[in-house]
């Protein structure tokens, strides 16, 4: 119930920010704003203050803001131009102003999360996975290369507890610093006793304990745990300026990152012409649940209250502010539905003075939202297959 609660909190805290970034543009530039919802629809409660209705809704997700002349098909675009408190009415940067007001909110937001993470953290960031090959271009980094990010059922390493987020520093007192040395110091040691000194990546503390475990052997004869190894960075910004600038400079390199994986599943998808290299990189509500309810787990087991109590903070401020950007980067695309797709037909607009018909353009983000709806129930059935 714990991790319900807290995933809901999030989730509605990233789109009720969202959506007040519009609402409070939209207010700004005389656009009327006829509701602004908490959750989604069915409608439980509302109050109308002034123009708007300020409603809670059933499903406690998110929340929405509904703008005279977006998604609307009210009579024609010459009628609707006439009102100048309809969106159609305004000009192209004021459109864009609103439909970019979302997506601002969201990077401060996670500006100001980052900026808390790292004036608790001691300005150093938490484990960053290596997706690809990728310089941030802020902090001083420190690559991990003999991290765990997967243990094989029922291997020796799953038997002796090893979990994703340890690393191997020691085999056997020889130190280990990527998957060669890792299989190199196990090639020869198939069904004989070996000593692994295994720190905690996840913590900042860096908890070292060692494990005896017997490897099995492979195929071709040789000494295997069942772990997969990957890298991983750690950026650290307690030098100089970068400690008072730290939000925004994490903000950049969590941001440009997570758009270097992006366009890298979705040349792959292209390369393959399948969408499963694209809906394997994403998680979906049932994948941040999973998310959050492994760090309620794994702060529970901590012995220290107060270890426990900085460890579930930062991990779930840290969550937090990367489903921000996350939200910022998605809404940014340029496709139908999203605020990126409106942002696109409104530079249209700019550049040849013409306006799509407003019939023609519900059309095409109809489009989007049945393509990003389809998307989304691959992501949720890739997310419960990996839960179960």
């Given at each position: 119930?714990?991790a319900?609660?807290?995933?809901i909190?999030?989730f509605?805290?990233?789109v009720?920010?969202?959506?007040?970034?519009?609402?409070?543009?939209a207010?700004?530039l005389?656009?009327?704003?006829d509701?602004?919802?908490?959750?989604?629809p069915?409608?439980?409660?509302?109050k109308?203050?002034?123009?708007?209705?300020?409603?809670?809704?059933?499903?406690?997700f998110g929340?929405?803001?509904?703008?005279?002349?977006?998604?609307?098909?009210?009579g024609?675009?010459?009628?609707?131009k006439?009102n100048?408190?309809?969106f159609?009415s305004k000009?192209?940067f004021?459109?864009?102003?609103?439909?970019?007001?979302?997506?601002?909110?969201?990077?401060?937001?996670?500006?100001?999360?980052?900026?808390v993470?790292?004036?608790i953290?001691?300005y150093?960031?938490?484990?960053i996975?290596?997706?690809?090959?990728?310089?941030?271009?802020?902090?001083?980094?420190?690559?991990?290369?003999?991290?765990?990010?997967?243990?094989?059922?029922?291997?020796?390493?799953?038997?002796?507890?090893?979990?994703?987020?340890?690393?191997i520093?020691?085999?056997?007192?020889?130190?280990?610093?990527?998957?060669?040395?890792i299989?190199?110091a196990?090639?020869?040691?198939a069904?004989?006793?070996?000593?692994l000194l295994?720190?905690d990546?996840?913590?900042?503390e860096?908890?070292?304990?060692?494990?005896?475990?017997?490897p099995?052997?492979n195929?071709?004869?040789?000494?295997?745990i069942?772990?997969?190894?990957?890298?991983?960075?750690?950026?650290d910004?307690?030098?100089?300026?970068?400690?008072?600038?730290?939000g925004?400079?994490?903000?950049?390199?969590?941001?440009?990152y997570?758009?270097?994986?992006?366009?890298?599943?979705f040349?792959s998808?292209?390369?393959?012409?399948?969408?499963?290299?694209?809906s394997?990189?994403?998680?979906g509500?049932?994948?941040i649940?999973?998310?959050?309810?492994?760090?309620?787990?794994?702060?529970s087991?901590?012995?220290?209250?107060?270890?426990?109590?900085q460890v579930?903070?930062?991990?779930?401020?840290?969550?937090?502010?990367?489903?921000?950007?996350?939200?910022?980067?998605?809404n940014?695309?340029?496709?139908?539905?999203?605020?990126?797709?409106?942002?696109?037909?409104?530079?249209?607009?700019?550049?040849?003075?013409?306006?799509?018909?407003?019939?023609?353009?519900?059309?095409?983000?109809?489009?989007?939202?049945?393509?990003?709806?389809?998307?989304?129930?691959?992501?949720?059935?890739?997310?419960?297959?990996?839960?179960?």
């Amino acid at each position: 119930m714990v991790a319900i609660a807290i995933f809901i909190l999030i989730f509605s805290l990233l789109v009720i920010i969202h959506e007040f970034g519009h609402f409070i543009v939209a207010k700004k530039l005389g656009v009327r704003v006829d509701e602004f919802g908490f959750g989604m629809p069915p409608r439980i409660f509302g109050k109308k203050v002034g123009e708007t209705i300020y409603s809670i809704n059933l499903l406690p997700f998110g929340g929405f803001v509904q703008l005279l002349g977006v998604d609307e098909n009210e009579g024609p675009v010459a009628e609707a131009k006439k009102n100048p408190r309809n969106f159609l009415s305004k000009k192209p940067f004021q459109k864009l102003a609103i439909l970019l007001g979302g997506v601002i909110m969201n990077l401060l937001l996670a500006f100001v999360l980052y900026a808390v993470f790292f004036s608790i953290s001691g300005y150093k960031s938490s484990l960053i996975p290596l997706i690809s090959d990728y310089r941030f271009k802020y902090g001083e980094v420190s690559k991990l290369s003999n991290l765990i990010v997967d243990v094989q059922d029922n291997s020796p390493a799953a038997q002796e507890d090893l979990v994703p987020g340890e690393a191997i520093i020691e085999i056997d007192q020889i130190p280990v610093y990527n998957i060669g040395d890792i299989q190199a110091a196990l090639r020869n040691k198939a069904g004989q006793a070996v000593t692994l000194l295994i720190t905690d990546a996840r913590s900042s503390e860096y908890n070292v304990r060692k494990v005896e475990i017997t490897p099995s052997s492979n195929q071709a004869g040789e000494g295997i745990i069942g772990v997969y190894i990957g890298e991983a960075v750690n950026i650290d910004y307690s030098r100089g300026s970068s400690k008072y600038l730290a939000g925004p400079m994490h903000s950049y390199n969590m941001l440009a990152y997570s758009a270097n994986v992006i366009g890298t599943l979705f040349q792959s998808s292209l390369a393959y012409k399948s969408l499963e290299p694209v809906s394997s990189g994403f998680s979906g509500p049932v994948g941040i649940y999973s998310v959050v309810k492994g760090i309620i787990a794994y702060a529970s087991q901590l012995e220290n209250p107060a270890q426990r109590v900085q460890v579930l903070t930062l991990a779930l401020i840290d969550l937090t502010a990367l489903l921000s950007l996350s939200l910022a980067l998605l809404n940014a695309m340029p496709f139908p539905a999203l605020d990126g797709g409106r942002v696109v037909f409104v530079i249209f607009e700019a550049i040849t003075k013409k306006q799509i018909s407003q019939a023609a353009e519900m059309r095409i983000h109809k489009f989007g939202i049945i393509f990003l709806m389809g998307l989304l129930a691959l992501v949720t059935v890739k997310d419960l297959l990996n839960i179960f």
